[in-house]
């Protein structure tokens, strides 16, 4: 008689502060319910972690742990609560389509999303369909932003949300005569999020990035000159 082969679920648990890697409850309240779920259901389970690591961000457990599903190598990715995996429908909108488009099953068991059945599947649809949704209500607020400063004759533009390190990066690499493709790819291939939160990064975000902070620096050199004129220095 053939032995029936376990499937294999690699479990991911998460704590974003340091006292809480150092306590280590977090963690094995995490670690506690992915077991029994396995032992419920008969999987393998194989634990990934990150200690201390924000949800905003592709941390390495989670980047190891997406690496072998890609590859093959696990059947599927359970977690305990949705915000230990992500932190936004948005980007829970895109882990699901991964794992669909790469064939791996994908298990919440808070809020339950199980996209081993119709019913977990169809919550999932749900959440893609939510995610889509503040998509384009994020583009509706940005276009009658943009239009009521048209109507003021106010400067169109936006504030940077990219981080001072990330801004001196793309700066430093363009300087240095990589094309913003390059470093858009360099960033994807490093797992470093755009300023929206999104992997996917374009060269005209890294344009935007290096030309804001070149207009900026231009600006504070003539505001400077300008004062040492006046002072007649």
Do not use: C
């Not at 809480?20 to 779920?37: F, I, P, T």
């Not at 669909?100 to 999303?113: A, C, K, R, T």
């Not at 893609?128 to 009658?144: K, P, Q, V």
């Amino acid at each position: 008689m053939s032995k029936i082969q376990r499937k294999v679920m690699i479990g991911y648990v998460r704590v974003s502060t340091a006292e809480q890697a150092e306590s280590r409850n977090g963690l094995e309240a995490q670690e506690v319910k992915l077991r029994a779920e396995a032992e419920h259901r008969g999987w393998e389970l194989r634990i990934y972690r990150d200690e201390g690591a924000s949800g905003k961000y592709v941390n390495e457990g989670l980047r190891n742990a997406l690496g072998h599903l890609a590859s093959g190598q696990a059947d599927g990715l359970v977690v305990a609560k949705l915000d230990r995996l992500v932190r936004s429908v948005i980007h829970a909108s895109e882990i699901i389509q991964t794992s669909l488009s790469q064939g791996w099953d994908l298990v919440i068991l808070d809020p339950q999303v199980d996209m081993t059945t119709a019913s977990g599947r169809l919550v999932a649809n749900v959440m893609m369909a939510i995610a889509e949704f503040e998509r384009e209500l994020i583009g509706e607020r940005t276009r009658d932003a943009l239009a009521a400063k048209r109507r003021r004759n106010e400067p169109i533009g936006r504030k940077t949300l990219a981080e001072p390190w990330l801004i001196e990066r793309i700066v430093a690499e363009r300087q240095s005569g990589r094309s913003y493709q390059a470093i858009a790819d360099d960033l994807m291939a490093d797992e470093v999020l755009s300023p929206t939160g999104l992997r996917k990064w374009q060269s005209s975000t890294v344009r935007r990035i290096y030309d804001t902070t070149e207009s900026k620096l231009a600006r504070g050199a003539h505001t400077a000159a300008t004062a040492i004129a006046k002072a007649g220095v």
